[in-house]
């Protein structure tokens, strides 16, 4: 009734873009934060400005992992290395810490200003889960995850949540690690092979796979399914209300 196998019993969903419309609210906030920083490393190099894609560079580089991981990755796309610095460090300083803090009240501020959406669908689909006995949990590298699902009125769908504060608390590596999966799997005392993992980032779909989770489910909201399939996901819906429809 699910369009799950079987023998799968617990539900694993990533937050932003599978359960609520953030992940727009996301790839703008790190656009800004990136564009700010490249356009002024540039006029200080003179060089020319190449701005960051909200798109392809999010996509690639940013989205489904960490904060920190996110800067990382983008700016050695660019052949940029920063010092990593402190989790104290301000918006203003110009080091890995510095920028992912910077990111972090750009999209606090997008959230507090524009509010948070759940995908109908998506609700439909938990509450189905629910109703049918499966277990659930929600997984995102956001720090900011409970507020978002609180801010969103489905925080008590779930049963756990493995997020940002989680992850650095017993230091599990990030997506693409299939780490956080993992750990949420083990939370509701399930086998990865008896899990589902609901991704619509590639770095998500990539951990559902090496996590060798029951089945991937790639959620296709800006047209990539093709690349969500490279990257893991056994079946790939534009929206998880679909799954209901094949029942």
Known sequence: MLGLPDHVRTCLFDLDGVLTRTAKVHAAAWKEMFDSYLRGRAEREGVPFVP???VRDYDEYVDGRPREDGVRTFLAARDIRLPDGSPDDG????????LGTRKNDLVLRKIREEGVEAYEGSVAYVRAA?????????????ANCRDV????????????RIDGIVTHEQKLRGKPAPDTYLAAARALGAEPGAAAVFE?????????RAGGFGIVVGV??????AELRRHGADVVVKDLAELLESR
Do not use: C, H, K, M
């Open 130 to 142: 629910r109703d049918a006995g499966l277990r659930r949990a929600v997984v995102s590298s956001s």
């Open 91 to 98: 918006p203003d300083a110009e080091t890995v810490q510095g």
């Open 200 to 208: 619509d980032a590639l770095a998500g779909v990539e951990a559902g």
């Open 149 to 160: 699902l609180a801010a969103a009125g489905i925080e008590d769908l779930f049963e756990e």
């Open 52 to 54: 960051f894609d909200a």
């Open 220 to 225: 296709d909201r800006t047209g990539q399914a």
